[in-house]
């Protein structure tokens, strides 16, 4: 039985005369890791076969690969088909996709059926190609579809309750679950019978699926440096801020190649994993909804797994002694001591509090409390995302000159050649390439998901974009993009945390890889 739609549009091809216009389409494909069934190629072969039966042309591709389909906003490619869908000048009428889930793995159906909607109302209709319904708009077709919205939401659910029991079986197998190692610390690969197969560098990852990684004592020079972090603050009585001090006095850096602060400190001194304990779960962000910090009983963890880098005596004394800070404050002094702090700097965060001397950690709040922001309204504190951008603004001005001058300083030490435009900051390097520097602040979405976006220069047109991502609050440099311009066009680029071996091939957790470039090297003449 043909449906109504093609009923149609057999009636009109019988009218003597008239031309039937063809439906313009565009496919959209999405993959992410789940079966070659749902392959690129595999979808649209089925989609080109369904266009052709209803004489429909191809006009253009949408795609989104490596994509989950939890979340709309953070699919490039479906925001773009929804944005020239409803144009005006749009090329096309029609969009086919492979199924329902290929559309969405929504929480919640209506939002499935939302985007669906916007399209319908610009006059483009949604095609499911692979999908037992007739795509008519008849009251079958909506209960299909509804169905089918459900279960692709309740499919990603099951999935994630069968991924997270994986990963609690893994944690107390003892293996590690994702997360950097940490200062005096390492990631260690091994295969399927435990045998070492080497250290992960920063950034790396396993990439045969049998394969585990362990945390080991790093170099003897940072174990020596952690366990004498722990004797300063147990037997010496000395604080986060002066342990950090004495550290930078010296030149010691952290993992991450940066000054020491408070923070960083109080998390070595905090984290488990200096005793050999494996912990897991302690901040949730299933179905990637909302970060939910968990109380400790919820906690997965698994003692004595690793190699101990600190004494387990020793830890618990500095455990018991941080913990007694904010033990012997009543409730009414931890909001005293939190409403001071809001007084002197005009606004609050977990690194502002972290960063104040012999005072409670951001994590006493949070425990004592249920949340920082519920600690912040009592308190009276609503954070003003405006105030806050603007001070992010003026970090980030303040930090541009000095990654320039950094940058100027390290390549002329190589013996590099460098100019700077004073007024644009473009450099000239050995008289062959230019180079600009782009800071990208830090965005946490709605979701509880990390954006940045980094701002090409199009005007200036350097041979390469020195993108500086910016940590989750915005105080220090996260990371490095060194973006060559023959690559990388346009005059935005989003980033996630993680952006597949594209993009992420120019990511650099220093800017030695780009000083380097500039290096003369001094070629004996041939005769």
């Known amino acids: 039985m043909a449906s109504r739609g093609e009923s149609s549009r057999e009636q009109d091809s019988g009218r003597a005369g008239e031309a039937v216009p063809l439906t313009r389409a565009v496919m959209y494909v999405r993959m992410s890791t789940e079966h070659q069934r749902y392959s690129a190629e595999n979808q649209q072969d089925v989609m080109a076969a369904y266009a052709a039966r209803r004489r429909m042309p191809i006009v253009g591709v949408y795609s989104d690969g490596g994509k989950s389909g939890l979340l709309g906003d953070q699919r490039d490619g479906l925001q773009r088909l929804i944005q020239d869908a409803t144009n005006s000048d749009r090329s096309f009428d029609a969009i086919l996709v492979y199924d329902v889930s290929r559309w969405g793995r929504f929480q919640h159906p209506d939002q499935h059926a939302y985007y669906e909607f916007i399209c319908w109302q610009a006059g483009v209709r949604v095609h499911y190609c692979a999908e037992q319904f007739r795509n008519d708009d008849s009251m079958p077709d909506y209960l299909m579809k509804d169905i089918k919205r459900l279960m692709a939401g309740e499919y ?226 609503v954070p003003d995302h405006d105030y806050a951008y603007l001070e992010i603004n003026r970090r980030l001005r303040m930090l541009h000159p000095e990654v320039v001058e950094q940058i100027v300083s390290a390549m002329r030490a190589q013996g590099a050649t460098v100019s700077r435009d004073q007024r644009t900051d473009l450099l000239t390097v050995n008289d062959e390439f230019t180079l600009s520097v782009a800071a990208a602040r830090c965005r946490q979405l709605v979701s509880g998901v990390y954006r940045w976006v980094i701002r090409l220069d199009a005007a200036l047109r350097p041979d390469v974009t020195v993108a500086v991502r910016m940590d989750w609050e915005n105080s220090l440099p996260m990371d490095y993009y060194f973006l060559p311009a023959l690559d990388i066009s346009g005059e935005k680029l989003r980033l996630a945390e993680a952006n597949g071996l594209f993009f992420d091939a120019y990511r650099f957790d220093s800017l030695d890889y780009l000083v380097a470039m500039a290096r003369r090297i001094h070629v004996q003449e041939m005769v």
């Open 156 to 381: 990603s659910r099951e999935l994630s309750v069968k991924v997270f029991h994986g990963q609690c079986r893994l944690i107390l197998l003892g293996f590690r679950q994702g997360g950097i190692a940490g200062y005096g610390l390492r990631r260690v690969l091994v295969d399927h019978t435990g045998a070492v197969k080497g250290v992960l560098s920063m950034g790396e990852h396993k990439s045969i699926q049998t394969d585990r990684v362990v945390l080991e004592p790093g170099p003897p020079e940072e174990v020596k440096t952690v366990r004498w972090m722990y004797r300063q603050f147990a037997a010496r009585a000395k604080n986060e801020r002066e342990i950090a001090d004495a550290l930078n006095a010296r030149g010691t850096v952290t993992d991450l190649g940066r000054p020491w602060t408070r923070a960083t400190v109080h998390q070595v001194l905090t984290n488990e994993k200096y005793v050999g304990d494996n912990v897991y779960n302690r901040i949730s962000f299933k179905l990637k909804q909302k970060r939910v910090h968990n109380k400790a009983e919820q906690y997965v963890r698994a003692n004595d797994v690793f190699g101990p880098v600190v004494d387990r005596t020793l830890f618990l004394q500095v455990h018991e002694l941080i913990a007694e800070r904010s033990r012997r404050l009543s409730d009414e002094e931890l909001l005293a001591w939190l409403k001071r702090a809001y007084e002197e700097r005009g606004r609050l965060s977990a690194l502002i509090i972290d960063e104040y001397d012999a005072g409670p950690s951001s994590s006493a709040f949070r425990s004592r409390f249920g949340s920082l922001v519920r600690a912040y309204r009592l308190v009276g504190y």
